[in-house]
């Protein structure tokens, strides 16, 4: 595994030098977190996932990169951007931009204050849903990420109604359940999750909880973030940054 | 509150596991009903004793059929024994499900091994069947018959027990589940198991007088008057449950009860305040209670014994209903309710549904072709007892 990702690193400072800033940028914040000791196989990450809610612009364009890159399809979902507008009465409306095309209706009004939330699977260091599967098909990692094995689930839903986030589904073509990976087909060639490397606010950051010198470790112990639902005991290890109290 | 998270605009568990959970429920009680009988010597419940087991067997080869008609990859049901993750409640399923049938085939074994004997006598399939589960060996004597009935004993003992595990861990599946506010309360274990026994003396009541009706004979009245009083206790004890679990997070005023009150007053009033409580609790509550108080003319007792039963039959079924997709009516996001009715003709729809809860039925029937289910019936020729 480090050995892989020493030659991702690679594949990447070529992407660099090929030119397409645009895409690297991401990229570059992902393995920029990587530890020096990765490349020589003494480090195990474990991956963590933060959003900044100060800076998504609800452009979806995550929702779109994560479709395209997974397959997932129509109705269902392993991200979504929530669209939070606060009226001047403390009225709170919520939706999301559901559409095949993945972006939010205009509205009109007067509002205190509107924001926008990815959500995802909080991939939780306690996670019920791993819990709960009769099976063992679901499982976590030994770099934290919790993922659904295809060739054991039996497709009884109990992760689905165990998950107090909504971030799992049964997947209507495979009938099996299915969720948010971090896009681990891409960690293991060291590129970020789709989202991440589409995010084009750096709203979605992703990184490595056991390297200290990581962008996310550094971020996590200077700003001030939020948690959902901390109270399930679950332990998400999904981060948000400057999230309003308003959001479940 | 209109939001719901963009997953759960389909409803995961469906008509089928609304099913599963009240078919486990007849079959706990029906056997628990068994067990009054052959362990605690409840004599007057001799006329629906082997009835009441056969029924808790059929119904319980039935039971996992609506999970399997749920399940996306069936093929894999067995997974579930082959590869248990034990952290699992559901992961017992297969272990506590295979025990139980095995203990309620040996309690039949050897409560109608006397009945298998005599039909094996004679020739044709009735007779070849017999034999087959007789593996062969008819002898019959004092002994054997005195060693059936310690057996029986036991096995309507361990049952008991079983039989509650079986369905307070369906409950358990639910009550277990902190994401879901309308699921998660330690009281759900014992509000099934209760909710089961009522299920299981009604089917028994409902069935019992059907087929004597049918068939022309008298009801034994003691026997029916047992069941009467037994099914006014536990509706009693079940019902105060179910109210006390709502009370309870009410009375707190917790933060999900805002949720919760918004689903019981927009989503569930019909099918919860209205039906199940107001309807088919109250009315069978009444009509039990008289039954129960005071000395009515048997044709009219029994009348009203039989709607009471059928509307609580439906009263569970309903319970059953509310909790399951009641509760996957609520979003986890707390701000808003998804909507779900299923279609007639689909995988896991009504009609499935119909044939799914009838089957066990014709099994009963084929049951009692090979060994009588009322033997005093038909020793007597037409009546279990008192009669009318």
Known sequence: ?248 | MDFVFPNELNVTWTVMIVLYPYITGLVAGAFIVSSLFHVFNKTELKAVARFSLASAFVFLLFAPLPLLMHLGQPQRAFNIMITPNFSSAMAGFGFIYTGYLIVVVMEIWFVMRHSFIAQAQGSGLVAWICRSILIGNLHEDDSTRAADHKMARFLAGLGIPMACLLHGYVGFLFGSLKANPWWSTPLMFVIFIFSAIVSGIAVLIFHYMIVAKLNGWKLDQPCVRSLTRYLWGFMIIAVSLELLEVMSIAYKQTEEWEVLYMLIREKLFIPYVVLQYMVFSLIPFFLLGINSLFNLRDRIANAMVWTAATMLLVQVLLMRWNVVVGGQLVSKSMRGFTDYFPGVWEKEGIAMAVVIFTLPFGILWGFNKIVPLFPDVVARGGTTGEGE
């Open chain 1, 1 to 248: 595994m480090p050995h892989d990702r020493n030659r991702s690193r690679r594949e990447v400072l070529k992407m660099l030098a090929a030119g397409s800033g645009l895409l690297v940028f991401p990229i570059g914040t992902l393995t920029a977190s990587e530890p020096e000791a990765s490349a020589e196989g003494a480090h195990k990450p474990y991956w963590a996932y933060a959003v900044d809610t100060t800076r998504c612009i609800g452009c979806c364009a995550c929702m779109r990169a994560c479709r395209d890159e997974n397959d997932v399809p129509e109705g269902v979902f392993r991200t979504w951007v929530e669209r939070y507008r606060i009226g001047m009465d403390g009225e709170v409306k919520v939706d999301v931009a559901t559409g095949n095309d993945h972006v939010f209706e205009p509205v009109g009004g007067e509002v205190a204050k509107a924001f926008f939330v990815p959500k995802l699977c909080n991939h939780c260091e306690k996670s019920v849903c791993n819990q709960v599967c009769p099976v063992g098909a679901a499982y976590q990692t030994d770099d934290g990420v919790v993922l659904v094995d295809s060739k054991q689930c039996i497709g009884c839903g109990y992760c689905v109604q165990a998950c107090p986030y909504g971030s799992r589904f049964i997947n209507p073509e495979t009938h099996m359940a299915d969720k948010c990976t971090f896009c681990y087909h891409r960690l293991d060639k060291g590129l970020a999750p789709a989202c991440v490397h589409t995010c084009p606010r750096e709203a979605r950051l992703f990184g490595d909880l056991n390297d200290p010198k990581s962008k996310l470790s550094v971020l996590l112990r200077q700003r001030s973030y939020r948690l959902l639902k901390p109270e399930l005991g679950t332990h998400p290890k999904c981060y948000y940054l400057g999230l309003d109290r308003e959001v479940i």
